[in-house]
Structure formats: structure tokens, C-alpha cells
């Protein structure tokens, strides 16, 4: 069974969330909370697999208490519930250790979908989201000379990958573009998040923004135009 939290400070909101998810018979929300101090108390004690957090509440917004949980209980995942075009304060979900983002508007088995993609350690990079969310967060800073220097450690293989991941691209797409199995991508994933000493995806994308690796707004022309060219593999696959 996948533990799910459910954070919003809307009563119907919470009411709609539980719905859904109690209709997957993997589910199980043990709770509820109406704000970012409540959340974190009720992941301590309950211990969640999956945290469905909102980002705008009063008390302390979803910013600061995924900020917290990423700390106080860090196999919980946490899973942001926003609106995305009004709001502003998700960007900084990234840096407080969000494993992902979804639409409040999304549709039910997207939301089931989303739960066990969080729940299995992987992370949800939504193109309609992550990619103007990076695009916006890498426009306001330079590349940091100290992240670059961390990229040296990668093969050619899994700078390629990183750098495909930052443009929105899912594993399977990763793959296509590369001309490797699926498998393969997941095994460089797994090399490239040890060797940068990153907790998941989401963090990678940052990274592969932060060193300079993917430049604002290249998830969008890659979107139009196709992924760039790889670089030739020296690594192992």
C-alpha cells in the first residue's frame, strides 16, 4: 500500500484528493492537514509514503514545509498541488526538495498516476510545468563555477542524458533519442545521481541548469525542434 498525506487549507479540495485516491485500492491516505505546520507535525507522526502538498496556505505555506520535511522525515516524497500560471511561490519548491509538480485541474488518473511515480522514488517533471519553472529559475542566475566543476565527473553518455532530462524528456524519449533501452537511461540516471550526490531528478534538472549544461528555454525548442544531437558515448552503457 502507497501512505498518502493530503495538505490543502480548502476542506472541499481535501474532500475532492481523498476521493480519488481512495478509488486505487493501493492507497491509502491516513491523513489530512489545512497547513504547512500541521503538515510537517502530521508526517512526523504518521510517516506518509507521499505528501500532496499545496503551496499557499496560511500558518506556513507548502515552500517551507516541504523545505522541513525534506529534513525532519526525507524518505517522505513530497508531491506540489498548485495552480502553477498564478502562482510564483513554486519555484522555490525545487530547492526545498519537491520530487514533483502537478495541476490542481489534472485528471483524476493523473493524480493516481503521479502518487505511485512519487511513491516508487521516481520524480514527476511535468513538461506543461518543470520547463517554464527551470526556464524562469536558470534566467535569474549565472551558471555557478562550483556545479560546473562537478559535471567533470560525468561521461560524455550521462552529460548527454542529464542535459536531455533538463529539456522535459521522459526516459522512454531518452532512450529514442539516444538509440539505447530504456533500461540503459535508468542505469545512467543512477550512475549521474551518485556521482553528483543528488537525491532524484528533479534535483538534476537544477543541477544541469545551475552549471550552464541546458540554457534557458531549450526545453522549449526541444520540444519543437527535437532533442539535440548527443555526443558521441565514451562511458559505459
Do not use: C, W
Not at 5 to 27: E, K, P, Q
Not at 97 to 120: C, D, Q, Y
Not at 187 to 201: F, N, P, S, Y
Amino acid at each position: 500500500m502507497t501512505t498518502v498525506l493530503i495538505v490543502d487549507d480548502d476542506d472541499l479540495m481535501r474532500a475532492g484528493l481523498r476521493a480519488v485516491l481512495s478509488s486505487d485500492d493501493t492507497i491509502t491516505v491516513v491523513g489530512e492537514a489545512a497547513d504547512g505546520h500541521e503538515a510537517v507535525a502530521r508526517a512526523r507522526e504518521l510517516g506518509p509514503d507521499v505528501v500532496l502538498m499545496d503551496v499557499r496556505m496560511p500558518h506556513r505555506d507548502g515552500i517551507a514545509a516541504t523545505a522541513e520535511l525534506s529534513e525532519a522525515a526525507p524518505a517522505t516524497r513530497v508531491l506540489i498541488l498548485t495552480t502553477f500560471e498564478d502562482d510564483d511561490y513554486v519555484f522555490g519548491a525545487l530547492a526545498a526538495g519537491a520530487s514533483g509538480f502537478l495541476l490542481k485541474r489534472t485528471r483524476p488518473e493523473r493524480l493516481i498516476e503521479a502518487v505511485h511515480t512519487i511513491a516508487a522514488g521516481d520524480s514527476l517533471l511535468s513538461p506543461s510545468v518543470t520547463r517554464t519553472v527551470i526556464d524562469r529559475m536558470a534566467a535569474a542566475e549565472p551558471p555557478d563555477p562550483a556545479a560546473t566543476r562537478r559535471l567533470r565527473t560525468l561521461t560524455a553518455r550521462e552529460r548527454d542524458v542529464l542535459d536531455l532530462v533538463a529539456r522535459g524528456l521522459s526516459n522512454a524519449e531518452i532512450a529514442a533519442a539516444l538509440f539505447v533501452e530504456e533500461s540503459t537511461v535508468k542505469t545512467h540516471m543512477k550512475r549521474l545521481l551518485g556521482k553528483l550526490g543528488l537525491r532524484d531528478r528533479v534535483q538534476a534538472v537544477i543541477v544541469a541548469y545551475e552549471t550552464g549544461l541546458a540554457k534557458p528555454g531549450a526545453a522549449r525548442r526541444a520540444s519543437s525542434t527535437g532533442p539535440a544531437r548527443p555526443s558521441r558515448d565514451t562511458g559505459a552503457a
